[in-house]
């Protein structure tokens, strides 16, 4: 199990770096112009550009992880699927929302916070789609297995 978890993490926080380069490349082929995912605050917060992008790519591993290591509060079958979600959306939230306020400094940009508050709603939204898809599946595996019986 825990190596499955070490595993989770791991590619998670790949998947989540490389699904931010491949968006920062689309846009910039798409608009034509110097994108940049980070705030010019931001990286003012860092001694070079570089860094600031660096640390930006692991803060954006580290959510990666948040939203695949919450998984675990649905092996709890007990407390059901509604408080199952809400709890998962909660514990990434205090994940998230900090980091992504920070790296875009959602203080001094409106937009960008109601952006951000709409993408974490649509991001929960398909993972619990997701997960009550797989819970649903799971369950007409277990009646069959019943009425094979």
Request: glycine share 4%; with cysteine; hydrophobic share 55%.
């Amino acid at each position: 199990m825990v190596k499955r978890i070490i595993n989770s993490f791991i590619y998670t926080s790949f998947f989540a770096m490389l699904c931010n380069l491949i968006i920062e490349m689309i846009v910039r082929l798409l608009t034509g112009f110097d994108y940049s995912p980070v705030t010019p605050e931001y990286i003012a917060m860092f001694p070079s550009i570089t860094v600031a992008y660096g640390v930006n790519m692991l803060l954006y591993g580290v959510i990666g992880i948040a939203f695949s290591g919450f998984m675990f509060v649905y092996e709890k079958e007990q407390i059901g699927f509604v408080i199952q979600s809400l709890l998962y959306a909660a514990l990434t939230s205090f994940v998230w929302i900090p980091i992504v306020t920070f790296v875009w400094q959602l203080w001094r940009y409106k937009e960008a916070l109601l952006c951000t508050i709409i993408c974490f709603v649509i991001t929960i939204l398909i993972m619990i789609v997701v997960q009550y898809r797989t819970t649903k599946k799971s369950i007409e595996k277990l009646n069959e297995a019943f009425t094979a019986l």
